[in-house]
RNA sequence: GCACCGGUGGCGAAGUGGCUAACGCGCUGGUCUGCAAAACCAGUAUGCGCGGGUUCGAUCCCCGCCCGGUGCUCCA
């Protein structure tokens, strides 16, 4: 997760550790009667007291009546439909003994415990994959609104599966890739963490090697124009004056990239508004109507577009570098990608010292020697870039 | 079979009842460069799954169909 820049969680509640809370929770619907026991031990919830169930899924009860595709008698239940809340200890099953008797938790209560404990009976955000919505979202809010009486989440945040080449991922099409196998393909953390993110929550993505590496080229981009910012802002050459037109743009297209996040996080409208800020800058640029006083407001751009998309900083060699010690360690050497071992047998040191080589021929104009330099240091992966100011290099 | 979500250029992907259908990548040509790279410019969907309908006007609304995803039993 880190390896993505995911923050890690506050809190990681384990379900074993609180069973209490469920148990105390399972009681309080009891009391209402909405929670029963069956002769076998385990505890279900009455859906027939919560009116409200299916607000969340718009899930059509009437397909799942009574006894139309479960046998009523085998479950003990009182009706098809209700859900366990605990069930009674089987031989093998770990259990636990408590005022309820022995058993374990059913799937949902979990939840709704936990969260409650941590959270308080409202909360803002409850989050979850598209299919958890029917029926596992849905028990939890039943579940909580009943022993609370007050709503549950706010607001529901489910995310839709992606697609991995045109196709649902599974095993067996072979179109199932961890993060590892990714970053030990020789594609980057950040073009990964890019892509994913490129894509509003709300919508099916497909993913793709094809979409792997347009990220990257636009992280190159997007890092190269952060990268040009600071360079021209230490350029002495440049009028202090600002180019109000461009600090206009810049200021439009910074609203734009806030009000697209904060209309249901649109991550690829807000991608967008910022792109449209690199070009604008680079022109003014190019045509020397870029001012010192432009910087600021584009640094702002930038700082904000970062600290949500972060992927300007580059730690990507780092972490492709602990994929393959991971691999190595592994005995999975074979699987890592032979550009990504022979990117990471040149230090930094030795491309300065190629590089400052290279200039020395080319001042000389021996260009010969100094495109077998640069051709040299392409094959390991470096790219160089002569500017107007100097010599810039980036590993690809 | 039923319900919900989606189907937009070569690829990824926004968006809107009527303005040139964003943005990124790719590709082609150009500027710059010793040559490249980077950056910039121009071009690249007469078109938004298919067929009807509503409307002065639909990619955007309605109906049907096709395709993809998810759910509709248990487990988590």
């Known amino acids: 997760m880190e390896w993505l ?13 609180n069973i209490n809370e469920m148990v105390a929770l399972i009681e309080r619907l009891a009391s209402e009667d909405i929670a029963y026991k069956t002769d076998d031990g385990s505890w279900y919830f009455r859906i027939a007291k919560f009116p409200d169930y299916g607000k969340l899924s718009g899930k059509d009860l009437e397909g799942i009546e009574d006894g139309a595709r479960v046998d009523v008698d085998e479950y003990e239940k ?26 374990r938790p059913g799937w949902h209560i979990e939840c709704s ?17 598209e299919d ?129 996040l904060q209309n249901d996080l649109n991550t690829a409208e807000a991608r967008a508004a910022i792109f449209d800020i690199v070009r604008a800058a680079n ?4 045509s020397n109507t870029f001012g010192l006083g432009n910087v600021e407001r584009i640094a702002k751009a930038l700082a904000d577009f970062d600290a949500v998309f972060d992927v300007l900083t580059d730690r990507d060699a780092a972490i492709s570098q602990g994929a393959v010690a991971w691999a190595q360690a592994e005995g999975r050497a074979d699987d890592i990608a032979p550009e ?23 001042k000389r104009r021996n260009f010969a020697r100094g495109d ?5 240091l392409l094959e390991k992966g470096v790219l160089i870039e002569d500017g107007k100011d100097g010599v810039t290099w980036k590993r690809k």
């Open 132 to 260: 958890l919505a029917f029926p596992h979202h849905e028990n939890e809010i039943a579940q909580s609104e009943c022993a609370s009486h007050q709503p549950f989440a706010r607001h529901w945040f489910h995310v839709h599966f992606l697609l991995v080449e045109g196709k649902k991922m599974s095993k067996s099409e072979g179109n199932f890739y961890t993060l590892r196998d990714l970053l030990l393909k020789g594609y980057r953390a950040s073009a990964i963490r890019f892509l994913l993110v490129s894509v509003p929550y709300r919508h099916q993505m497909n993913f793709t090697f094809e979409g792997l590496a347009e990220s990257t080229a636009a992280i190159d981009r997007l890092r190269g124009f952060a990268r040009r910012m600071e360079a021209t802002a230490k350029n002495p050459a440049l009028p202090v004056e600002r180019n109000e037109e461009l600090d206009a743009l810049v200021a439009d297209k910074l609203a734009a990239f806030h009000a697209a």
């Open 113 to 129: 415990a936990m969260a409650m404990k941590h959270l308080g009976p409202s909360f803002d955000l409850h989050a979850g994959g």
């Open 340 to 362: 990504l071992l022979v990117a990471q047998s040149i230090t930094d040191e030795e491309i300065e010292t190629l590089i400052a080589e290279r200039t020395d021929a080319r």
């Open 372 to 376: 077998a330099i640069r051709n040299e």
């Open 78 to 103: 009182d009706a098809a439909r209700d859900f366990a809340l605990w069930k009674a200890t089987k031989p093998g099953e770990a259990s636990w003994e408590t005022s309820i008797g022995t058993g």
């Open 5 to 17: 820049g995911i923050e890690r969680p506050e809190i990681i509640a384990r379900a074993t550790e």
């Open 283 to 286: 022109i003014a640029i190019d």
